[in-house]
Nanobody, 126 residues
Framework: VQLQASGGGSVQAGGSLRLSCAVS????????VGWFRQVPGKEREFVAA????????????RYAEAVKDRFTISSDSTKSTVYLQMTTLKSEDAAVYYC????????????????WGQGTLVTVSS
């Protein structure tokens, strides 16, 4: 499984940004794609995830408390790309964002992700 994250950039506080994660390879019939973020000196943290079980979503999404009213995870119908729409960005959202694949999409987990893409940097200026 290969993942390619993109869409990072610099934005002012209060602004919006959309990240993309292109997924390829043998993902199986049930899996989840998650977004994580990491700032220097801190542990990587879960942001959001969406499950594929023959179709995207269907209730199988999960968000970190810090972002659940501001970020939206979605995918295209071909199941090849997962998006993270980020709105009302805050300085604390600045980080390197990574996407990853978990081998199960039925219960969205915040850990156990097996495949990782390279990160994309998001900076937020005040």
């Amino acid at each position: 499984v290969q993942l390619q994250a993109s869409g990072g950039g610099s934005v002012q506080a209060g602004g919006s940004l959309r990240l993309s994660c292109a997924v390829s390879g043998r993902t199986g019939s049930s899996y989840a794609v998650g977004w994580f973020r990491q700032v220097p000196g801190k542990e990587r943290e879960f942001v959001a995830a969406i499950g594929w079980n023959g179709g995207w979503g269907g209730g199988t999404t999960r968000y970190a408390e810090a972002v659940k009213d501001r970020f939206t995870i979605s995918s295209d119908s071909t199941k090849s790309t997962v998006y993270l729409q980020m709105t009302t960005l805050k300085s604390e959202d600045a980080a390197v964002y990574y996407c990853a694949v978990h081998p199960s999409g039925r219960i969205i987990s915040t850990s156990g992700y097996r495949y990782w893409g390279q990160g994309t940097l998001v900076t937020v200026s005040s």
